[in-house]
Each structure stands twice: as C-alpha cells, then as structure tokens.
C-alpha cells in the first residue's frame, strides 16, 4: 500500500462535500433537521466529515448545500455566546465540543439551486479552487470510512501515479446491483488498482468485480473538463461516474484504493442505526453500559421471536 505522507509532496487542500440533498429517507426528521446534522452519537455527521478532512491537512471545506439548508454552514460558526455560557458553569468538555467544528477548518459555502446529480454538484466547487490547487478532494458526507486514513493513503497515490484516486471497497457479488462498479487491472502496488472502467448498478453476472465506489474521491482538475462534456442522464442529472469514465477513456490515469475497514451508510436509517451502536461502543463515555443494554436487548429480542 503507498501510504507514507511526503511534506514535500502537493497535499489535498480543499475537500468538496455535497451536501444539498432533501435527505427523503429521513422523513419525518429532516422537515426542520438537514441530515447532516442527524448525530451519530453526539457529532454531527457533516462534523465526523470535516475532521477527517482536517486529518489530511484539508484547510478548506467546500459544502455545496441548498438555498434553504444553511443550518449545515452554521454549525461551523463560533457560537461565543453558549461558549461562554458553558465556561462559567463549568462546563469545559461540553464548551470544547461546541468550539470543535469552528476550529478544524475554513467552511466555504457553496450553493447548488436544483438537485441535479453529483456531478454537477463537484462541477460547482471549480470556483472556490485556488489555480495552485492541480486536484481536490470529494467526500460524501453520507459515507463514513474507519481508520478515517483513506484520503490521505489515496492522495499518495495521486502523487506517486498521477490522475484520480477514488476509494474502492469490496461487497459480496450479489449486492453489485446497488453500486458503481469498478473494471480494475492490477498493479504493483499493494492494495491499489488500475480502473479500465465503471459499471453503474450492473445485475451480478455482469458486474466486472465485487470492488464497488464508496464516497472518497481525489480528483484531478481535469474532471472539471469532463462534466462540462458529458451530457445529463436520467432526470437531468450530471452523473461524477460518467466524467470519471470518460477520463478513462481519453487515457487519464484512475486507480482506486481498496479500503480495509469499516464503512457506514449515513444516508438511510438502515446504515444509520449501526453507525451509531458501532461509535457508541467505542465511545469511553457510553461505550460500557451500551454494551450492557443491547446485550439484554438483544436476549429480549431472541426470547420474544424464539431464536
């Protein structure tokens, strides 16, 4: 695996986090609540997002919302007000979590007027780019990865083999009908492949591997060009993977880092309820007495249904 971080190299400055959905799944909760903010434990999802970029030496979050979602932009505000609140009651743990989002990075707000597609969305951060800036990075806020270490063993691969790097990570064959999928060639590093193409949402006999794309992309500059050529698909949406693919084409170098870890669907209850039982458990604060509580639970559980 490439993954020793050169200081001398070009590293990942502005990260692009897509963040304008209406969040459907979540209904009824996010009438009046973006998900982003949806807590996993006690952070925010968009917060677990930015100290991952932070992680990576990211200064710059570029969130790409919608004109009536800006409650996700003021998370990262100061807050001086609770802040002082909180100090004079003593509350130092609780006034450190409140300044922790205004202190990782410099959010920089993005707005997108219509939902129409990831790709159009990424072509949207062009602006906000410095012209030093040959590549960016793009994390979904829906996809949490653990070790959060994928940007930056992607970013050196960017700097060792050119191009863009996306994260790959391996699903059972039968699942490939709900995900991107990647034709891959190997290489001679450990962990890392060659993409020749992708297959969005192929049945399973179709499916070039069971490697598919999860929400960490290092792209080059390039793909700015490519959106701008590639022509809307279903609902008029720019799709990310079509540009991706039509760098392929034109002989771009993309490769994908596999993950080896753990990755947690923020974007429906399904995911979303692991996600916090598997912070939760970690967590040294929650972590014992959950684990007790969802043992018992889970006996309750097998008793009632007879398992």
Do not use: C
Not at 77 to 90: N, S
Not at 123 to 149: C, H, K, Q, Y
Not at 173 to 202: H, L, S, W
């Amino acid at each position: 695996m490439v993954n020793d971080r050169d200081e001398a190299s070009p590293w990942v400055k502005t990260v692009v986090v897509p963040a304008a959905g209406m969040g459907t799944r979540f209904l009824p909760a996010t009438k009046t609540v973006p998900k982003e903010l949806l807590p996993v434990v006690d952070t925010p999802g968009i917060e677990l997002i930015a100290e991952e970029a932070a992680a990576v030496g990211a200064d710059r979050l570029a969130i790409v919302t919608a004109p009536n979602k800006q409650e996700v932009m003021r998370h990262f505000e100061a807050f001086p007000d609770l802040v002082e609140t909180l100090e004079a009651r003593g509350k130092q743990s609780q006034s450190d979590k409140v300044k922790r989002a205004h202190s990782l990075l410099h959010p920089i707000a993005v707005e997108q007027e219509k939902p129409l597609g990831l790709g159009h969305a990424v072509g949207l951060a062009e602006s906000v780019l410095t012209d030093e800036e040959e590549f960016f990075g793009v994390m979904l806020p829906d996809d949490i990865v653990l070790p959060n270490n994928a940007m930056e063993q992607m970013v050196a691969v960017r700097n060792k083999l050119g191009g863009s790097v996306l994260l790959a990570v391996e699903v059972p064959r039968e699942q490939t009908f709900n995900y991107g999928v990647f034709d891959i060639e190997a290489t001679e590093e450990d962990g890392v492949k060659k993409v020749v193409g992708m297959v969005e949402k192929p049945e399973p006999a179709d499916a070039p591997s069971n490697l598919v794309a999860t929400g960490r992309y290092v792209l080059d500059k390039k793909i700015f060009d490519a959106l701008r050529r590639i022509t809307p698909g279903k609902g008029g949406e720019l799709q990310l993977t079509d540009a991706i693919e039509l760098l392929i084409q034109e002989g771009e170098p993309v490769h994908v880092v596999v993950h080896e870890g753990t990755r947690h669907d923020l974007g429906n209850p399904g995911g979303y309820i692991p996600a916090n039982v598997d912070f939760g458990l970690r967590s040294e604060v929650y972590g014992p007495a959950l684990y007790t509580q969802l043992k018992k639970i889970i006996a309750n559980y097998e008793a009632e249904k007879g398992l």
